[in-house]
């Protein structure tokens, strides 16, 4: 039963998001009310307001209440990372992802017509700050990355793709800390290769660059 409750709570909330009751900002109802209203105790509300939370649906303010926030992107990471641990998959599948996702973000770049120019200078700008310790370098990848991504404008792509580059940075860091300057000048070659082949509007040099730079990742540090 008390499950059924702890599900009933959830449900509710998610059914006034659905329909355009509640939305970012919106106070909550209070616990008790919603206790009340829907019937049911006020541990199985409590329970079922601190998953959501969890979720990253709401955010709980103390003295003010429960908020929607909606800012379930902020706990993908953990659960990623979670699931890893778990072994739900390894670094070689997470690999893989980011390898074949970094295609899929540069053909929606080249969609864009002459967007990707513009994309591309933007990441070549990026590439070519100056790194002066491995914690800069390790930015400067994460950041050229990221800018692509970003380039889509598709908010799906952009947060499954944050959510898995903030455990992809260890992996980063790991190669990038046991590379000698001509693997370095190989990886920085390949990212040149992938910005300059967007900003031709070349996908097949653009792919492979990618492949080049995925391939040497795997062959200096998975």
Do not use: W
Request: contains cysteine; charged residues 30%.
């Amino acid at each position: 039963m008390a499950g059924k409750e702890y599900n009933k709570a959830i449900e509710y909330v998610m059914d006034q998001i659905k329909d355009g009751s509640l939305g970012i900002g919106s106070k909550l109802p209070a616990e008790r009310t919603l206790a009340e209203a829907l019937g049911i105790g006020r541990n199985s509300t409590r329970e079922a307001l601190r998953t959501l939370e969890n979720m990253g649906v709401i955010s709980s303010k103390q003295g003010s209440g429960n908020f929607v926030t909606g800012d379930m992107a902020s706990v993908l990471p953990g659960m990623l990372e979670m699931m890893m641990v778990l072994s739900r998959f390894d670094k070689e599948e997470l690999h893989s992802f980011r390898h074949n996702m970094e295609k899929t973000v540069c053909s929606m770049i080249l969609q864009s017509g002459d967007g990707a120019k513009e994309i591309a200078r933007r990441a070549l700008q990026i590439l070519h700050e100056d790194a002066v310790s491995a914690e800069d370098e390790i930015d400067v990848d994460m950041r050229f990355h990221f800018a692509l991504v970003e380039g889509t404008g598709n908010r799906l792509m952009i947060s499954l793709m944050q959510s898995v580059s903030e455990i992809y940075t260890d992996m980063i860091s790991q190669v990038l800390s046991s590379a000698d300057d001509e693997k370095k000048s190989r990886l920085f070659k390949a990212h040149e290769e992938i910005a300059k082949a967007l900003e031709a509007g070349d996908e097949v040099k653009c792919f492979k660059a990618i492949d080049e730079h995925y391939n040497m990742i795997e062959e200096n540090g998975l």
